[in-house]
């Protein structure tokens, strides 16, 4: 089984970000002990590192092929909200002169909602453990920046791609970003995300193309490629 290398803090991310990586027996301490406690306990103390980063490269490497087509060498992609960069990690493995931006905040919230969030003030990451899986999963620091979203300016530059799975539009309205985006983005920029309002996005770009449907999950979905602000 193919797997990523995992310390434990990160480990403990990993599931806090990716709550259908959760075991039987995680799953049933949170239902009895609460998302608090779990969030502040249980995640940091009861975790197979090994199981987790088994399951983690099988999700990762599933989401690559959803939108492997849209990916070519010498892309400069943005990412928000990427986690703990998984999907980066293998995104580099098949494509050559990659180079990554991160959106990212830098705090774990006390008690982790995965709900719709109207204010994006929840937030489950670490930036300086974001930067040791890449690392530690060799990809090299020339290759990649951070930008934390409460402290730094976003960069002000052109990608290729934008990436936000299960993130932007998903946990939080795209209006947090929208005047960033449209700066950043060409004509020909593609912008990758999750969202439960697929249709909305029919007013907001020339092109819409769904690319994956999901049904199984509390909030329903759709993966959708975007490109071309109507208003650009």
Do not use: P
Not at 194 to 204: G, H, L, P, Q
Not at 216 to 231: A, D, E, P, T
Request: charged share 30%; hydrophobic share 40%; with cysteine.
């Amino acid at each position: 089984m193919k797997t990523f290398h995992l310390r434990k803090d990160i480990a403990r991310l990993v599931i806090l970000q990716r709550s259908e990586l959760l075991n039987q027996n995680l799953k049933k301490i949170r239902k009895i002990f609460g998302r608090y406690l779990f969030t502040n306990f249980f995640s940091k103390h009861f975790i197979n590192i090994q199981e987790i980063s088994e399951s983690y490269y099988k999700v990762m490497s599933d989401e690559l092929m959803t939108i492997k087509k849209y990916l070519k060498s010498g892309q400069k992609i943005l990412c928000i909200g990427s986690g703990i960069g998984g999907l980066e990690i293998l995104i580099q493995k098949y494509f050559n002169e990659i180079n990554f931006t991160f959106i990212e905040k830098d705090y774990v919230s006390k008690k982790v909602i995965y709900g719709w969030d109207n204010s994006n003030s929840e937030a489950y990451n670490s930036i300086n453990l974001l930067e040791k899986f890449l690392i530690d999963n060799k990809m090299k620091r020339s290759d990649f920046s951070i930008v934390d979203f409460d402290k730094n300016q976003l960069l002000a530059k052109k990608f290729d791609l934008v990436i936000s799975l299960y993130s932007l539009d998903y946990h939080y309205d795209l209006k947090f970003y929208i005047d960033y985006l449209k700066k950043i983005c060409t004509k020909d920029t593609l912008l990758i995300f999750d969202t439960i309002r697929a249709e909305y996005f029919n007013e907001v770009f020339e092109h819409v193309d769904v690319i994956k449907v999901e049904n199984k999950i509390v909030h329903k979905s759709k993966r959708i490629v975007c490109k071309n602000f109507l208003n650009y």
